[in-house]
């Protein structure tokens, strides 16, 4: 698969776009609501499959069944430049934190993610999926058994939420993370999960059961919140939940509830 070259830029601090500058007649694959705006001579095209364009039905049903398996729209939107000129599309990132350029090239050919990290590429990488090789990683891994495929030699763009964390691990350099932290790692690394030890820690750290273990070779990237953690977070202070509602800026309001301010300070660090 020839991969589309592709220039970029990437604007803002902790809510981010990327635009993605196009030649006449490249084209950016995105996922489904990711776009944020576009030039007038960008086409827009929603595809049945990755957008890799794999050869017959069947490449296209098998792009639809790999990213269905990740939880995905069974459909992508490809922007390609019909015009004569450069054009520009942009990309927005769905909550605070940090869109990563992934240069497939320098990096193997083929990166795993987590299944919602994936934000745009240039036309020609394929979106596919990778099982986690043990089962116990599969069952109590915390984000899944199934995780996203990046292949190719174009650039990629994914999303970490908060702040990132970039490392390259040594041969046998292991680190223990949070499930929900991991963002991105290469197929060199290996990933394991293990039980935190102590039941006391498991029921009561509010850590969960299992950690996450990444051992090198390899470069990882990891979040510092993922959205999982952020969507329990305000679930958590929601008034349907139990949680404790003060109008915004409302000294009075907290007063006349008997401490309801205080108490919905605290209440929102009661993890």
């Not at 994914?158 to 991991?182: F, I, K, Q, S, Y």
């Not at 394991?192 to 090198?216: H, P």
């Not at 139990?242 to 301010?261: D, F, N, R």
């Amino acid at each position: 698969m020839v991969m589309d070259v592709v220039d970029y830029e990437i604007f803002g601090n902790e809510m981010q776009y990327v635009e993605v500058e196009l030649d006449p007649g490249e084209a950016a694959v995105g996922e489904a609501g990711a776009m944020m705006y576009m030039q007038s001579d960008i086409q827009m095209d929603t595809v049945f499959g990755d957008g890799s364009q794999q050869g017959g039905l069947f490449g296209k049903l098998m792009g639809a069944g790999k990213r269905l398996l990740t939880g995905e729209s069974l459909f992508t939107t490809v922007f390609q430049n019909v015009g004569h000129g450069k054009q520009r599309v942009a990309f927005a990132a769905p909550y605070p934190g940090k869109i990563l350029p992934m240069n497939l090239a320098q990096l193997g050919g083929t990166l795993i993610c987590q299944k919602d990290a994936f934000l745009c590429a240039a036309k020609g990488v394929a979106l596919g999926i990778a099982f986690q090789k043990k089962l116990g990683t599969g069952l109590f891994g915390g984000e899944g058994f199934i995780m996203q495929k990046l292949d190719g030699d174009g650039m990629a763009f994914v999303h970490a939420g908060g702040t990132l964390m970039e490392r390259n691990l040594a041969p046998g350099e292991m680190l223990r993370v949070d499930t929900g932290c991991v963002v991105a790692y290469q197929p060199s690394v290996d990933f394991d999960i293990q039980y935190v030890g102590k039941i006391k820690s498991a029921l009561f750290s509010g850590e969960g059961l299992f950690f996450a273990t990444l051992r090198g070779p390899g470069r990882i990237w990891l979040q510092s919140l993922p959205f999982s953690r952020l969507a329990n977070r305000i679930i958590a202070s929601a008034p349907a939940a139990g949680g404790h509602s003060v109008g915004e800026g409302s000294m009075l309001g907290g007063a006349v509830l008997g401490g309801g301010l205080l108490g919905g300070l605290l209440g929102g660090d009661s993890e």
